[in-house]
């Protein structure tokens, strides 16, 4: 049995909303087999408060939690990353970094709950659905038998799991 921490990365433009609460899901969830970041391409500069608020009701830690520039992580300095996964359509459609460790890449797009206009309530609503879509295909990818998949046949589960 290895005791290997796969790291991961999500990607969405901002780096405020869906990619921070993939972060937090895969860091509790996967805790000690896999270790979460998150970046945008045009990181916001901080979380969307929707998002914090989402994360709490999770019972997810959220100290730390900052909007990051995905340059972070194409670096000599940056982990190396098994996997890289975009959750917005924006960030599905740019020319990414090279990234450190040849991941395994997929789309796993997510309608931005950051772009929802409405009441607080109806606002609540719209994160915590885009937040259960994350939390289900996190869980999906947990319950892939890592290991004894080919990197082709690991590739195609990936890919996937971004249409349920």
């Known amino acids: ?14 780096n405020s909303a869906r990619s921070i609460m993939a972060e937090g899901l ?9 270790k979460a970041y998150s970046a945008g391409s045009q990181p ?6 929707y998002a914090i608020d989402t994360m709490q009701r999770l019972h997810l830690p959220t100290d730390g939690l900052r909007s990051k520039d ?14 890289v996964f975009t959750v917005c359509d924006n960030a599905a ?7 450190p460790g040849q991941p395994m890449t997929a789309h796993w797009g997510v309608p ?16 915590w659905e885009a937040a259960v ?7 999906l990818m947990l319950s892939l038998p890592m290991r004894s998949l080919d990197r082709l046949s690991l590739q195609r589960e990936l890919e996937d799991i971004g249409t349920r």
């Open 93 to 99: 459609g740019e020319v990414c970094p090279v990234w």
């Open 112 to 127: 931005d709950p950051a772009a929802f206009k409405g009441t607080d309530e109806e606002t609540n609503k719209v994160f």
């Open 70 to 83: 995905w340059a972070e992580f194409a670096g000599p300095n940056a982990p190396d990353l098994d996997f």
């Open 44 to 49: 916001a500069g901080k979380v969307n408060p």
């Open 1 to 14: 049995m290895s005791d290997k921490v796969y790291n991961v990365l999500f990607v969405c433009t901002h």
């Open 26 to 34: 895969l860091n509790s969830i996967g805790r000690g087999k896999f």
């Open 133 to 139: 879509i994350l939390k289900r295909r996190i869980e």
